[in-house]
């Protein structure tokens, strides 16, 4: 069974709705009354026309309802342990697909001193997703004391390459801060799909807005948010702007309308 991103796309395009923080960062630091529920995130998801939406397993064991289709994050660390970071494998592609994913995510920390190891498991867990038919998405974060700039356009270029170079079907990675150093990370992933990652809640969604635009002028495929939506106090006019933007080509301004109504 051949694997393939289309369950993620409409036009070519796509918005995931990323929700696999718990684990990485704890409950305090990012949720609310609201956000620490998922089922607050699947309403999200469903009223905001997201094309993904990214579980880690527990929950998407007990809440996922099947609404949007399912990327099964397969690796995880938490952010308590200092030093060097390596994220390890706690979910199996068998239990994925069981689960209802059409694709898992794993991160690579690359320019970790463990960055070895975790390429290693990305290569079997990518030959496994695809010997069952699951599309096999990369995180690629550079990290560590060999990086000492994680959003330098050589090093997402690199980053980008690399998901490539290792088998992903589609590469999640920071944005560069402009559209035109960003082309180049898109050129280098190849057929490889490029995802932003959302990152942490931008200062203004003007701010966050023009980001998007610029990976999607880069020709970028679209985004993997999660913070920047589901701490937002409007979510669904924050999906709808994001729509205009990545699936509809308009323009920061027009997206904006979107919190006027």
């Known amino acids: 069974m051949k694997p393939t991103m289309a369950p993620f796309l409409r036009k070519g395009k796509g918005i995931l709705l990323a929700y696999d923080q718990g684990l990485e960062h704890g409950p305090s630091k990012d949720f609310n009354e609201k956000s620490v529920d998922p089922e607050y995130i699947l309403e999200i998801a469903a009223k905001g026309k ?3 939406l990214i579980f880690q397993k527990g929950v998407a064991e007990k809440y996922y309802d099947g609404k949007t289709p399912l990327v099964i994050k397969v690796n995880g660390k938490t952010s308590l342990p200092k030093g060097e970071p390596i994220a390890s494998q706690i979910c199996s592609v068998k239990q994925a697909k069981a689960l209802g994913a059409k694709a898992v995510g794993y991160t690579i920390y690359l320019g970790s001193a463990h960055e070895n190891l975790m390429l290693q498991e990305f ?3 990518q030959q496994e997703a695809h010997e069952t038919g699951l599309a096999a998405i990369a995180w690629i974060y550079p990290r560590g004391e060999a ?3 994680d959003t330098a356009p050589e090093i997402i270029a690199y980053a980008a390459r690399a998901g490539l170079e290792a088998g992903a079907d589609a590469v999640k990675i920071k944005y560069t801060g402009d559209s035109e150093t960003f082309k180049w990370a898109v050129k280098s992933a190849g057929a490889a799909k490029v995802f932003m990652s959302g990152g942490p809640k931008a200062p203004t969604d003007d701010a966050f807005l023009k ?3 610029g990976v999607i002028d880069a020709g970028g495929t679209g985004l993997a948010v999660g913070r920047n939506v589901w701490q937002h106090d409007r979510p669904l006019e924050m999906a709808a702007a994001l729509r205009e933007i990545i699936f509809n080509g308009q323009t ?10």
Do not use: D
Request: hydrophobic share 35%; glycine share 10%.
């Open 147 to 149: 990086v000492p700039n």
């Open 211 to 213: 980001q998007v635009k």
């Open 50 to 52: 997201f094309t993904g």
């Open 123 to 125: 290569g079997r867990i």
């Open 252 to 261: 920061v301004e027009t997206a904006l309308k979107k919190f006027s109504r």
